[in-house]
């Protein structure tokens, strides 16, 4: 009893006396069941019954026959199939010559079941339909086709590729030519593709990248000028000064000598995409693909296009944003350069006359004539700070050009550092600060360079004296299993959330801090930082306005993370009395210790 389906009803009305099967009530049983099965599923299925291969089949198998159906029943499997039947005709004669099944899974194959060669993928089995004496009869098969399935995972995978590739490009240029380089590698859905992009005077359009073209094509010039609305050279696709939002689909003149893309036949249609800017909103270019000549141009297809038009927009802009960015770094970069270049040559100017008038200061000071001269110990003081602040800034510009010479050596952190806190002990009295500190005896030395590791601590000191009016100041040293922290805290005023993010910027100074002073260059806390990383080490500082800070300066045991010519296992630096002294003298200055 056949069902009430479409193919039921065909298979029913046809004359079967006019084909090899002959009247349907004398087939023999097989095939009435083997009918009736495929009937009865929404599974695409077909049989194929005796030597011509009699095609019969269900209502799920008719869009796998396109404009074949409905003159496909009853025909000859190699009539119909005739585009295909060297792949698939001898898996047939497999079943019916060796009665073994086949299978296949998302086998290519190329049908022209919609007036044109099209790419399609299948997955299908064939299957022998024997007597009770093991004769074969017929070919049973039930079939996927699995065309849109492989096409969207080969169109995801390239718009992953556009995706992690120029993720991270540092360039415009970059962008382009890694996405023609992907694009290239699918040529099954871009059989070309160029990327035009407007030059800054929107006066013509440059090519930025292609695939699928010789590099001399006419087809891609690499400029196109622009006057009024019209080009020049003239293009062969339909590109407008008029920005505009949607695609253009266009087909390409059949008499041009046109990419060929994977197959013999050449494509006859063409895309055109936007290329938008997110800082203008305005049209910044086209992207030019062409379509697949054994594809058909459907929504998915379209959807895909458009996705990789926005994969690639969205790369070029953000590259364009990096390269913004990158220019305002370097142009701030060489801004910090450029005060840094002159600081130092005025500080080397300062350093020499400086030197003669601190020699003066201290002889005269030594003479009972001038030892209680009003103003000659304040400007031995104020001398004294000048040339703490040019030898500062003279470190730094060392720093940056990379000609200081550090010396690591093994010291007791302990010792160099519970001495150098102790040495800040009278201005904090006087700034009626209570100061703490607290070092354990470490289990092995730590390679330092001195002179720098005290300019770290001292200034760290000075600036937690500077900014803490009331409360106290603490020092620890805090030893791990393969670094040491030296922790310097404070009661003092904090700092914002915004202060924080530029503390260690060069030339930086916070406007809103309440502190003892203003005074100051700006780069003591900069070449901290510098000195810190020198030793292979880090800087973090946590604090909250009105809750004080927390500097804290980590470095690692050992010497193997530093350069091994600058290492010495033998202590040969002296401690440099002078460089504490310069410090106290002016932090005394802000405490009332000494008149200005």
Same mark, same amino acid.
């Given at each position: 009893?056949?069902s009430?389906h479409?193919m039921?009803?065909?298979?029913?009305?046809?004359?079967?006396?006019?084909?090899p099967?002959?009247? %349907?009530?004398?087939?023999p049983?097989?095939?009435?069941?083997?009918?009736?099965?495929?009937?009865?599923s929404?599974?695409?299925?077909?049989?194929w019954?005796?030597?011509?291969?009699i095609n019969?089949?269900?209502? /799920?198998?008719?869009p796998?026959?396109?404009n074949?159906h409905?003159?496909?029943?009853?025909?000859?499997a190699?009539?119909?199939?005739?585009d295909?039947w060297d792949v698939?005709g001898?898996?047939?004669?497999?079943?019916?010559?060796e009665?073994?099944?086949?299978w296949?899974e998302?086998?290519?194959?190329?049908?022209?079941?919609h007036?044109?060669?099209?790419?399609?993928? @299948?997955t299908? *089995?064939?299957?022998?339909?024997?007597? #009770?004496?093991?004769?074969?009869?017929g070919?049973f098969?039930a079939c996927t086709e699995?065309?849109?399935?492989? !096409?969207?995972?080969?169109?995801?995978?390239?718009?992953?590729?556009?995706?992690?590739?120029?993720?991270e490009?540092?360039?415009v240029?970059?962008?382009?030519?890694?996405?023609?380089e992907?694009?290239?590698?699918n040529f099954?859905?871009?059989?070309?593709?160029?990327?035009?992009?407007?030059?800054?005077?929107?006066?013509s359009?440059?090519?930025?990248a292609?695939?699928?073209?010789?590099?001399?094509s006419?087809l891609?010039?690499?400029?196109?000028a622009i006057?009024?609305?019209?080009?020049?050279p003239?293009?062969?696709?339909p590109?407008?000064?008029?920005p505009?939002?949607?695609?253009t689909? @266009?087909?390409?003149?059949?008499?041009l000598?046109?990419?060929?893309?994977?197959?013999?036949?050449p494509?006859?249609?063409?895309?055109?995409?936007?290329?938008e800017s997110?800082?203008?909103?305005?049209?910044?270019g086209y992207?030019?693909v062409?379509?697949?000549?054994?594809?058909?141009?459907?929504?998915?297809?379209?959807?895909?296009?458009?996705? !990789?038009a926005?994969?690639i927009?969205?790369?070029?802009?953000?590259?364009?944003?990096?390269?913004?960015?990158?220019?305002?770094?370097?142009?701030?970069a060489?801004?910090?350069?450029?005060?840094?270049e002159?600081?130092s040559?005025?500080s080397h100017?300062?350093?020499?006359p400086?030197?003669?008038?601190?020699?003066?200061?201290e002889?005269?000071?030594?003479?009972?004539t001038?030892?209680?001269a009003?103003?000659? #110990?304040v400007a031995?003081?104020?001398?004294?700070?000048m040339?703490?602040?040019?030898?500062? !800034?003279?470190?730094?510009s *060392?720093?940056?050009?990379?000609?200081?010479? /550090?010396?690591f050596?093994?010291?007791?952190?302990?010792e160099?550092t519970?001495?150098?806190?102790?040495?800040?002990?009278?201005a904090?009295k006087?700034a009626? !600060?209570?100061?703490?500190?607290?070092?354990?005896?470490?289990?092995?030395?730590?390679y330092?360079?001195r002179?720098s590791?005290?300019k770290i601590?001292?200034n760290?000191?000075?600036?937690?004296l500077?900014f803490t009016?009331?409360g106290?100041?603490?020092v620890?040293?805090?030893?791990?299993?393969?670094?040491?922290?030296?922790?310097?805290?404070?009661?003092?005023?904090? %700092?914002?959330?915004?202060?924080?993010?530029?503390?260690f910027?060069? @030339?930086?100074?916070?406007?809103? /801090?309440?502190?003892?002073?203003f005074?100051?260059? $700006?780069?003591?806390l900069?070449?901290?930082k510098?000195?810190?990383?020198?030793h292979g080490g880090?800087?973090?500082?946590?604090?909250?306005p $009105?809750?004080?800070?927390? @500097?804290?300066?980590t470095?690692?045991?050992?010497?193997?993370?530093?350069?091994?010519e600058?290492?010495?296992?033998t /202590?040969?630096?002296p401690?440099?009395?002078?460089?504490?002294?310069?410090?106290?003298?002016e932090?005394e200055?802000?405490?009332?210790?000494?008149?200005?």
């Amino acid at each position: 009893m056949l069902s009430s389906h479409q193919m039921a009803e065909k298979i029913r009305n046809k004359n079967w006396l006019e084909s090899p099967l002959g009247d %349907m009530a004398g087939w023999p049983a097989q095939l009435k069941t083997s009918v009736q099965i495929i009937l009865d599923s929404r599974y695409p299925m077909f049989v194929w019954w005796g030597k011509h291969l009699i095609n019969i089949y269900n209502d /799920a198998y008719i869009p796998m026959l396109g404009n074949r159906h409905p003159n496909a029943l009853g025909a000859c499997a190699s009539d119909i199939w005739s585009d295909i039947w060297d792949v698939i005709g001898p898996q047939a004669d497999i079943v019916f010559q060796e009665g073994r099944s086949t299978w296949n899974e998302d086998l290519p194959l190329f049908m022209r079941r919609h007036g044109y060669l099209e790419e399609t993928f @299948f997955t299908f *089995s064939y299957s022998p339909i024997k007597n #009770e004496h093991g004769d074969i009869l017929g070919l049973f098969c039930a079939c996927t086709e699995e065309t849109s399935q492989v !096409l969207k995972g080969r169109r995801l995978h390239t718009l992953r590729r556009i995706s992690a590739v120029t993720e991270e490009a540092d360039s415009v240029g970059e962008v382009c030519r890694l996405s023609a380089e992907i694009l290239t590698d699918n040529f099954f859905d871009i059989p070309f593709s160029l990327m035009y992009l407007w030059d800054r005077d929107e006066r013509s359009l440059c090519l930025a990248a292609q695939s699928g073209f010789r590099p001399d094509s006419p087809l891609a010039p690499l400029r196109l000028a622009i006057d009024g609305d019209t080009f020049h050279p003239q293009p062969w696709w339909p590109l407008s000064r008029s920005p505009k939002r949607d695609e253009t689909v @266009f087909t390409i003149d059949r008499q041009l000598n046109r990419p060929g893309g994977p197959w013999p036949e050449p494509p006859d249609q063409g895309m055109v995409l936007p290329v938008e800017s997110w800082e203008t909103q305005k049209q910044s270019g086209y992207l030019i693909v062409g379509i697949s000549s054994r594809l058909a141009l459907d929504d998915r297809y379209r959807e895909f296009l458009n996705l !990789l038009a926005k994969g690639i927009t969205g790369a070029i802009n953000r590259a364009q944003v990096r390269t913004e960015e990158r220019k305002r770094i370097e142009a701030l970069a060489e801004l910090n350069r450029a005060k840094t270049e002159f600081f130092s040559n005025v500080s080397h100017e300062f350093r020499t006359p400086l030197t003669l008038i601190l020699g003066s200061l201290e002889e005269a000071m030594q003479t009972t004539t001038f030892a209680m001269a009003p103003g000659v #110990e304040v400007a031995h003081r104020n001398a004294v700070r000048m040339l703490k602040l040019v030898n500062t !800034l003279l470190d730094f510009s *060392s720093l940056e050009a990379g000609r200081m010479q /550090a010396v690591f050596e093994p010291v007791d952190l302990c010792e160099l550092t519970i001495d150098l806190a102790s040495s800040f002990e009278s201005a904090m009295k006087n700034a009626g !600060l209570e100061l703490f500190v607290s070092c354990p005896t470490l289990s092995q030395p730590v390679y330092v360079d001195r002179t720098s590791w005290e300019k770290i601590i001292l200034n760290l000191l000075s600036n937690a004296l500077k900014f803490t009016l009331q409360g106290r100041v603490s020092v620890e040293v805090c030893p791990h299993a393969e670094n040491v922290d030296v922790r310097i805290e404070d009661s003092g005023v904090g %700092m914002s959330r915004e202060t924080l993010d530029h503390v260690f910027d060069r @030339f930086f100074r916070a406007r809103e /801090a309440l502190g003892r002073t203003f005074e100051g260059s $700006g780069i003591g806390l900069a070449l901290v930082k510098e000195l810190v990383e020198m030793h292979g080490g880090k800087i973090h500082v946590e604090s909250e306005p $009105g809750r004080g800070s927390v @500097f804290t300066v980590t470095v690692p045991f050992g010497f193997h993370h530093l350069p091994p010519e600058q290492v010495y296992h033998t /202590a040969t630096q002296p401690k440099d009395e002078r460089l504490a002294k310069s410090f106290i003298l002016e932090s005394e200055q802000w405490t009332g210790g000494a008149d200005h």
